[in-house]
C-alpha cells in the first residue's frame, strides 16, 4: 500500500517535530522560555490561520488567532482577557461566519463554476448532484 507523499504533509510533519523537541527543550531549560518560544507559537499559529484562509475554514482561522491573542494579550493591553473568553468568542466567531457564508468551504466548485446548493434550480435542470457521480448515464460509454 503505497501513500504519495506531498510537500504540505512533510512540512507540517516537521514544523510539529520542530515544536515538540523545542517544547521540551524549554521545559528542561535548554533553551530559556520567553521570546523564541512565542514567537515560534506565534508562526505556527499564524501558519495555522493562512492555511484557514487558504481553504476557507473559518475555525482554524478564529482558533489560531485566539492563540496568538492570548500569547500576546500582556502586549497588546488587554491582560485580562481569560483562556475561556477567548475560546468561545472564537467558536461564536466560527460559528457566525460559517452561517453567514455557508458553501465558502465548497471554494474547489465555485472555482470551477458550480453550484453547492442542492435547492439551486439549475442543478435541477442539468440533474448535477453535489458528491454524486454526475457522469453516470451519460452516453458517452466506450464500445
Known amino acids: ?31 530559556p522560555y520567553g521570546g523564541i518560544m512565542n514567537m515560534l507559537i506565534t508562526l505556527l499559529c499564524a501558519a495555522f490561520v493562512v492555511r484557514g484562509i487558504m481553504d476557507l475554514n473559518f475555525y482554524y482561522i478564529f482558533f489560531a488567532a485566539g492563540c496568538i491573542v492570548l500569547i500576546w494579550k500582556e502586549e497588546l493591553g488587554i491582560g485580562k482577557l481569560g483562556l475561556f473568553t477567548v475560546f468561545i468568542a472564537a467558536t461564536f466567531l466560527s460559528i457566525g461566519f460559517s452561517k453567514v457564508f455557508p458553501h465558502m468551504d465548497k471554494r474547489e466548485a465555485v472555482l470551477q463554476g458550480k453550484s453547492m446548493d442542492p435547492r439551486d434550480a439549475s442543478l435541477r435542470k442539468t440533474g448535477y448532484r453535489p458528491g454524486a457521480d454526475n457522469n453516470k448515464g451519460s452516453g458517452d460509454s466506450a464500445k
Open 1 to 31: 500500500m503505497s501513500r504519495k507523499m506531498d510537500a504540505g504533509s512533510i512540512v507540517w510533519g516537521l514544523a510539529f517535530i520542530i515544536a515538540a523537541v523545542l517544547l521540551v527543550c524549554v521545559e528542561l531549560e535548554v533553551i
